[in-house]
């Protein structure tokens, strides 16, 4: 969603800013602006994309060596340049940009007005931008007490970064539930909401935290908390990620690239945790939990998208290899429901961004109620990753298409590594078969490429496909999420419509929809429900169904059956999700490409979102 870039120091700040909102594009965003600080402010602003903003400042003064970026995600009124951020409060004392909602901005907004305060836009950001000068004027105070004045009347979430006019030698920048990171260099600083836009100019970066407000001069950071006056010690971090892994090196797409990445971010998901040796599986993150977690009478998982469909895979494993009774929920829908959860409970929040702000609030409850709360997430320092009482990174690198593909195979290797820990601690799983079980797992990524090397024929199978309108995909057991995530994958990138079902199932009313016409995505791979989906191929079969079927390596039963079969190489049933997705997000990816689909971009999409 939106994303937000700033600098202060010498360098000329606008080729950094306009770089920066190219970086945040991956977020997905509908407008993109520019204010620089050059004596006085010049904003710059454009619905569309950050290339569209680019030829419209051409020619314009780009001078400054100070300044803010913004790409907006319509929230409060529709994509449009006045609507763009940077907003500008009445008397132009303040600019600023901002993620996230403020909730109470109607009210506000009626009490701003009183005071003869007019709005060109729509927006809350607007609103904020003149609550903080109505204050900085009418109590002449400083901009950063003015600052700290309006966020203690803010209902919300945000992530804001604001120039003042008058005070034109420093950026303030403050943080509640919307992330915000500042990048320190010689004398100059980079402000960014993920570290993409900062990792080329420095790896020494300051998260802030919930609350937080940074004053920020070129040679100084002053941190301070909404809720305590004394100034805070900044917590400096180096920033574990490489340039090559937010470029798309050769691929034409980010989507493709973290496709082909998986074998390596798989073994980067069990690097230094797997040890084949000791016949062991560690996983320091939850060495504080370690007794709950073997303890617990009951695991509930939450999340959204394919954060969820990898959650269900979980469900599969905590459920068959450690007996736990596990329950997966929408964050979204456990969050407005009076869910039953009790201080014996594990919680675990799966998500790539660690930003959802459903899950974020579902894990506020879930704390509340006094369950212990694990996270699993990709983003280093992101938000739930800070708000869960212990977790694991997933280590897959950075992912920027908006449709997640190795952040899903990442999340699936961590819940298969925790169910083995925990199945292993209970007594559920002898040596033999944890050493089986574990090799099977390193051996993974190694499949995973023999499944990439079947490209070609994926293409060409995308290429018979790709006109279509609908798409079933069918699965039992630990398939059906994949079938889900796969259905997921066609739709949100080739605007095709497409459902995951599971196969036995199709008869209670999707087998209505079975023609010559509808490609039926069979996940069929040899497991104890194999008989059953072999009957599942022959029933859409005999209703002159097509059939594309996923199949291990050597698979002569249905390869008479499928129209096509696409062959996995064998593995543990457990394992299967890891390849049998992997075939399902080319095919995706092909047809998206060739319907000309923005696929690292689909529409209406954003890739971490900071909304309910
Ligand atoms: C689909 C997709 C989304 C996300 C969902 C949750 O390809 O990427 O469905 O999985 O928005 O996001 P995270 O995992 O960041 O919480």
Sequence with gaps: MCGI?????????????????????YRGYDSAGIALQNGSVNVYKKQGKVTELEEHMMGMDLSGTMGIGHTRWATHGEPSDLNAHPHVSNNGDFTIIHNGIIENYTVLRTSLIEQGYKFKSETDTEVLANLIEYIYRSQKVS?????????????????????????NDKIIAARKSSPLVIGLGENEYFLASDATPIIEYTDRVIYLDNDDVAVIKRDELILKSTKRNDALKPRIQTLDLG???IEKNGYDHFMLKEIFEQPRSIRDTFRGRLNLEKNEIKLGGLYNVHDKLIHAKRIIILACGTSWHAGLVGEYLFEDLARVQVEVDYASEFRYRNPLISEED???????????????????????????????CNVVGSSISRETHAGVYTHAGPEIGVASTKAFTAQVTVLTMMAMIIARSRGLVGNERFAGLLNELEDIPEKIDKILQQN????EIASIYKNVNNALYL????????????ALKLKEISYIHAEGYPAAEMKHGPIALIDENMPVVVIATKDSSYEKIVSNVQEVKARNGIVIAVVTEGDDTIEKMADHVIEIPATDPVLVSLLSSVPLQLIAYHIAVMRECNVDQPRNLAKSVTVE
């Design 5 to 25: 870039v700033g600098y202060i120091g010498s360098r000329n700040a606008y080729p950094i800013l306009i770089k920066g909102l190219k970086r945040l594009e």
């Design 143 to 167: 901009a950063e007490d003015a600052v700290h004045l309006a966020l203690s009347k803010v209902v919300g979430a945000y992530g804001l970064v604001i120039l003042c006019n008058q005070e």
């Design 243 to 245: 340039i090559s892994e």
């Design 346 to 376: 594990i919680v675990i929040a799966i998500s790539q961004s660690g930003e959802t702000a459903d899950t974020l609030a579902a894990i506020q409850l879930a704390k509340e109620k006094g369950a212990t709360v694990l996270g699993i």
């Design 456 to 459: 070609d024929k994926l293409k």
């Design 475 to 486: 699965g039992r057991g630990v398939s059906y999420p994949v079938a889900l995530e796969g």
